[in-house]
């Protein structure tokens, strides 16, 4: 886990460190921008990522109190921490580094999606669609579950570049968010659930 976390730590803070928007950058834009075919797919496929982000969560604790299921608790507690968490360090970092989006800078990008706001590194987009995939893998680490949830995140994160709202390194930088807090929040509750189960077995010697 340490391991993890330094790796994690110096690629994020080495990105960031080079946050300026890159003329090869712009250009990836521009050139997905120009693909208007595809603009209100990834307008719709976009959107949905805060509601399959907040609706899996509630699915699960609804099933695990009618139910009964501490599994299923388990699960929305675990996602649902995961998330939020995602969310207060996205907000955090985009407050820190203060990046304009694409189309503020360069009048040839334009946006396609009116609900985009704020600074524009990391991708919020970006980072909820990959903490949901990370997130339903690490509950489900089956290739069924695996395979379709990443190609998912993977096109939210192209949907961001296609609409004009992001740069290449901002939906990097929030996929990279998304699955390292969703990995974090999984195994600091599995210690925690440990040292708690451990700490029962010892009290009822």
Not at 41 to 50: M, P, Q
Not at 186 to 201: A, E, I
Request: aromatic share 12%; glycine share 6%; with cysteine.
């Amino acid at each position: 886990m340490m391991r993890f976390l330094i790796c994690f730590t110096v690629t994020l803070y080495t990105l960031l460190f080079n946050a300026q928007s890159l003329p090869w950058e712009a250009h990836i834009v521009q050139r997905a921008n120009a693909n208007t075919i595809l603009t209100p797919f990834n307008k719709n496929i976009s959107h949905s990522v805060y509601i399959l982000g907040l609706t899996i969560p509630s699915a699960y604790i609804i099933k695990g109190l009618l139910s009964r299921d501490s599994i299923a608790i388990g699960r929305a507690w675990r996602m649902g921490l995961a998330g939020a968490g995602n969310i207060a360090i996205t907000y955090l970092l985009k407050e820190s580094i203060k990046r304009q989006r694409p189309f503020e800078t360069y009048a040839e990008i334009h946006a396609y999606d009116n609900l985009a706001h704020g600074y524009s590194m990391p991708s919020g987009h970006s980072a909820t669609a990959f903490n949901v995939a990370s997130s339903l893998s690490l509950e489900f680490p089956k290739w069924y579950i695996i395979i379709p949830t990443y190609a998912y995140a993977t096109w939210v994160a192209y949907s961001r570049l296609q609409l004009g709202v992001h740069y290449p390194s901002d939906v990097f930088i929030g996929a990279l968010t998304g699955t390292g807090i969703a990995w974090l929040s999984k195994k600091m509750q599995s210690r925690w659930l440990g040292h708690v189960q451990t700490k029962n077995k010892k009290e009822n010697k």
